[in-house]
C-alpha cells in the first residue's frame, strides 16, 4: 500500500540554524499537510497546501516557516531561523481529495533543537 | 473556539473484553470524523471515517457511531487484543466546508489491553 514518507527520522539542530524537513506524498495524491505534536501534547495544524500555493495557515506557522513542493514528488517544511520551542515532532499528511477521504500520515521528522 | 475532548486519557481493560473511546466537540459542525490509532514515536494511522449523514460504521472489530445531535462520536473495539494498545486519536473535519480540509484532533485516549 502506497504511503506517505519522511526524511530525516530524527534531526538535530543548533538553536537558529534553518533546517528544511521533507516528505514525499502518496503520488496521486493532491492536498498536503504539515502538522505538528509536542511531547505529550494533540497534533496541531501548521499549513496546507494544494495547487501550488498555501490554502491555510495556523498561528503557529509564522514568517520563520515556509513550504514548497519543488518537484512532482516532494513536499518541504523549512523553518529559517529555529527556536526551542520548535522541538516536536513533525508529520507531513496528504490526501487525494477534500471529500470524504482521510488524510496519511508519515512517520514524523523528530526534530530537537539545541 | 472549536473544542474536542476524548474520554479519560487512559483506559485499561482486560483482553477479549469491548473498549468504547469517546469523543465529544464543541463549536464544530464537522462534515465528517475519522479516528487513527497511534503508537508511541509514529505517525497516526487511519482506522475508520463516519460522515456527518451517518450514524454507524464498521471494520472488522471496529465499529463507530457518530450523533451530530450531541456532537459526540463512540469508537468500539470487540474481542479487544494486547495488540490493540495504543493511543486512539479523534480527528474533526470540514470537508468541502473548509478550504483546506484540515483535520483538528483531540487529545486522544491510551488505551492499555491486558492478557
Known amino acids: 500500500e502506497p504511503e506517505v514518507t519522511q526524511t530525516p527520522s530524527h534531526q538535530v539542530t543548533q538553536m537558529g540554524q534553518e533546517v528544511i524537513l521533507r516528505c514525499v506524498p502518496i503520488s496521486n495524491h493532491l492536498y498536503f499537510y504539515w502538522y505538528r505534536q509536542i511531547l505529550g501534547q494533540k497534533v496541531e495544524f501548521l499549513v496546507s497546501f494544494y495547487n501550488n500555493e498555501i490554502s491555510e495557515k495556523s498561528e503557529i506557522f509564522d514568517d520563520q516557516f515556509s513550504v514548497e513542493r519543488p518537484d512532482g514528488s516532494n513536499f518541504t517544511l523549512k523553518i529559517r531561523s529555529t527556536k526551542l520551542e520548535d522541538s516536536a515532532m513533525y508529520f507531513c499528511?496528504?490526501?487525494?481529495?477534500?471529500?470524504?477521504?482521510?488524510?496519511?500520515f508519515g512517520d514524523g521528522t523528530r526534530l530537537s533543537i539545541l | 473556539s472549536q473544542k474536542i475532548e476524548q474520554n479519560s486519557e487512559a483506559l485499561n481493560i482486560q483482553e477479549g473484553k469491548t473498549a468504547t473511546l469517546t469523543c465529544n466537540y464543541t463549536?464544530?459542525?464537522?462534515?465528517?470524523l475519522q479516528w487513527y490509532r497511534q503508537d508511541p514515536g509514529r505517525g497516526p494511522v487511519f482506522l475508520l471515517l463516519?460522515?456527518?449523514?451517518?450514524k454507524e460504521k464498521r471494520k472488522e472489530r471496529l465499529k463507530v457511531t457518530f450523533d451530530t445531535t450531541l456532537k459526540q462520536s463512540l469508537f468500539h473495539i470487540t474481542a479487544s487484543q494486547p495488540a490493540d494498545s495504543a493511543t486512539y486519536l479523534c480527528?474533526?473535519?470540514?470537508?468541502?466546508?473548509?478550504?483546506?480540509?484540515?483535520?483538528?484532533f483531540g487529545d486522544g485516549t491510551t488505551l492499555t489491553v491486558k492478557p
Open positions: 463516519i460522515r456527518e449523514n451517518e
Open positions: 480527528a474533526l473535519d470540514g470537508g468541502e466546508r473548509s478550504d483546506a480540509g484540515k483535520s483538528t
Open positions: 499528511a496528504s490526501r487525494n481529495r477534500i471529500s470524504n477521504q482521510p488524510q496519511h
Open positions: 463549536n464544530y459542525s464537522p462534515a465528517y
